[in-house]
């Protein structure tokens, strides 16, 4: 059967090979393209079958050992970042902001479970060490937390514990002495509040450390956003206190990792860590074979630790110039850029307000299909708001309360007074439409104010 398929499509190839032979000659620079696109395809059936050979290589290796079989684990170095944190700002259901990357916002999390924790101890007078409130914020979050973490937390709000390392703790594990060192926690109180004669952690100061450390983190990001813009051409400079969103381009998830802070080490007690060591505080006190021995073992530790060399890290080679703009002047080029710029700046120093506005004028053009829908088809000149409102929220293709219905009808009218008008008549309020205007030219005005308005 596979040498008839074979054959098959030979013929087919000489069938085609024959129809081609019969049309007309095609011109030199339409041959040299086509002859390009057959050998880019023969490039490709020829690496298809070289991956195929080498998957069949490897299946003919693998061992017999049934679907059941665990597949090897990949290796440390080569895994790779999941796409939901590496897309997570992409994913947010939120309007545009200064949001914070993925690993930020556990970090925060991790920030607010510990204070929890900390909190709770530190009212009850206990003594809060690393390993308490390790257990307790694992339990909260299903996630690990190691000192790594309580380091980037101390890098983002130095001040809000006090760190040291205590001994003669009680402990009641089977694992640490009372005699070891151990990481303790000390919130740190700006203004104490006491209760019952002692310093108390209260929930409206959890909240307020939280805000902090949210805050601390914001301006973390707006120094890798700073960095970015001055890096753009042309460069840009946006005030931070006027941002209200990162740039477009600006990847949110990419900010790297905070450094952790150096946390209190273990006082160093006199331990012999090496032959050499032993070797020294031992001479005379051991027989020759040992001593030999010893002397033999910390000179190849030695060769060894001289033999490595350090690993230096390539550099990556700079990115070529694109010739896609080769031939366009210089001068256009930074005229269209420096547009570009100033309408990335009003995008990222736009308030609220304004992004409230021009998400209602975007909505306004099928609103105003619906609201002439809606007249034609209760055949009145006028109709009250209740009505109308009820009527385009039951039509909407979005779900939309009364009240806001109510605020679109009263946009539609402040910007085209001449189709839709607004009339208060003693305790009700009536929507005045006129038919008679073409709906193109209707929706033509809209769109263009709100592309002027998002211009601004």
Not at 45 to 70: D, H, N, T, V
Not at 232 to 247: D, G
Not at 301 to 321: D, L, N, R
Not at 327 to 337: E, F, K, N, W
Request: hydrophobic content about 40%.
């Amino acid at each position: 059967q596979e040498d008839l398929a074979g054959l098959r499509s030979r013929l087919q190839k000489v069938k085609a090979l024959a129809q081609l032979a019969q049309l007309p000659p095609v011109d030199a620079e339409t041959g040299a393209g086509l002859r390009s696109r057959l050998e880019g395809l023969r490039q490709l059936e020829l690496r298809i079958r070289e991956k195929r050979a080498a998957s069949g290589a490897a299946a003919a290796a693998r061992p017999a050992g049934g679907s059941g079989e665990a597949a090897p684990a990949p290796q440390a170095g080569s895994e790779k970042i999941p796409a939901y944190q590496r897309f997570h700002t992409l994913a947010q259901d939120l309007p545009p902001g200064l949001t914070l990357p993925y690993k930020f916002k556990v970090l925060a999390e991790m920030f607010r479970s510990v204070d929890t924790i900390a909190g709770m101890l530190f009212n009850r007078a206990e003594t809060i060490t690393f390993t308490k409130v390790k257990q307790g914020v694992q339990d909260m979050m299903r996630k690990q937390f190691e000192e790594r973490h309580m380091g980037q937390i101390k890098a983002v709000y130095p001040t809000s514990y006090r760190l040291r390392q205590e001994k003669n703790i009680p402990t009641f594990s089977n694992g640490l002495k009372k005699s070891d060192y151990q990481l303790t926690l000390e919130p740190v109180l700006e203004e104490e509040e006491k209760v019952n004669g002692r310093p108390h952690l209260s929930a409206s100061r959890l909240l307020e450390r939280r805000k902090k450390f949210h805050r601390n983190l914001v301006n973390i990001v707006k120094q890798h956003h700073k960095a970015f813009l001055a890096a753009l051409s042309p460069p840009m400079v946006v005030p931070e206190e006027k941002l209200t969103r990162w740039h477009p381009r600006f990847n949110v998830d990419e900010v790297p990792d905070i450094s952790p802070a150096e946390l209190p080490r273990p006082p160093q007690e006199d331990r012999l860590s090496s032959a050499q060591e032993v070797l020294s505080a031992a001479r005379g006190m051991l027989p020759p074979k040992m001593e030999k021995a010893l002397a033999n073992l910390a000179l190849r530790t030695a060769e060894a630790g001289a033999g490595e060399q350090p690993v230096v890290s390539k550099a990556p080679a700079p990115a070529s110039t694109s010739s896609a703009l080769k031939g366009v002047s210089q001068a256009l080029l930074d005229r269209i850029r420096a547009k570009e710029a100033q309408k990335l700046q009003a995008l990222m120093t736009r308030d609220a307000r304004q992004e409230e506005r021009l998400a209602m004028l975007a909505r306004l053009p099928p609103m105003a299909r619906v609201l002439r829908n809606v007249f034609v088809a209760e055949k009145k000149q006028a109709l009250s708001m209740e009505v109308v409102c009820a009527r385009m929220a039951d039509s909407y293709d979005e779900q939309m309360a009364a009240g806001e219905m109510e605020k679109h009808l009263r946009l539609l009218a402040e910007l085209l007074p001449d189709w839709v008008g607004i009339h208060a008549l003693r305790t009700d309020t009536y929507v005045k439409l006129d038919k008679g205007k073409d709906l193109g030219l209707v929706t033509e005005r809209l769109a263009k104010a709100a592309k002027e308005a998002e211009a601004v």
